[in-house]
Nanobody, 126 residues
Framework: VQLQASGGGLVQAGGSLRLSCAVS????????MGWFRQAPGKEREFVAA????????SYADSVKGRFTISRDNAKNTVYLQMISLKPEDTAVYYCAADRTSFYMTTAHYTSQYDYWGQGTLVTVSS
């Protein structure tokens, strides 16, 4: 399974970006998918997750109301729509796939995820 994240870039504060993560393989629709981010000098942190069918989502408090995670199982792709971006959102964003969990209760733990993309850099200027 390979994950390819894209859509990062440089944006001014208050702007928006949409990240995409294309996933290879036939079982994408069974995975819980997550987005994480890592700023320079900081640990990787949870951003958002979505259940396999797309009906359940979870967000970090810092992005609630500004970020929206979604997925298209027909296209094997998960998205992260980001609006009202802030300089503190600057980080490398990673998508990840959890192939074993059924429930979302542990979706915020990096250890739950089996596959990771290479990351895409988001830079928000003030």
């Amino acid at each position: 399974v390979q994950l390819q994240a894209s859509g990062g870039g440089l944006v001014q504060a208050g702007g928006s970006l949409r990240l995409s993560c294309a996933v290879s393989g036939r079982t994408f629709s069974s995975y819980i998918m997550g987005w994480f981010r890592q700023a320079p000098g900081k640990e990787r942190e949870f951003v958002a997750a979505i259940s396999s069918g797309g009906r359940s989502t979870s967000y970090a408090d810092s992005v609630k109301g500004r970020f929206t995670i979604s997925r298209d199982n027909a296209k094997n792709t998960v998205y992260l729509q980001m609006i009202s971006l802030k300089p503190e959102d600057t980080a490398v964003y990673y998508c990840a796939a959890d192939r074993t969990s059924f429930y979302m209760t542990t979706a915020h733990y990096t250890s739950q995820y089996d596959y990771w993309g290479q990351g895409t850099l988001v830079t928000v200027s003030s």
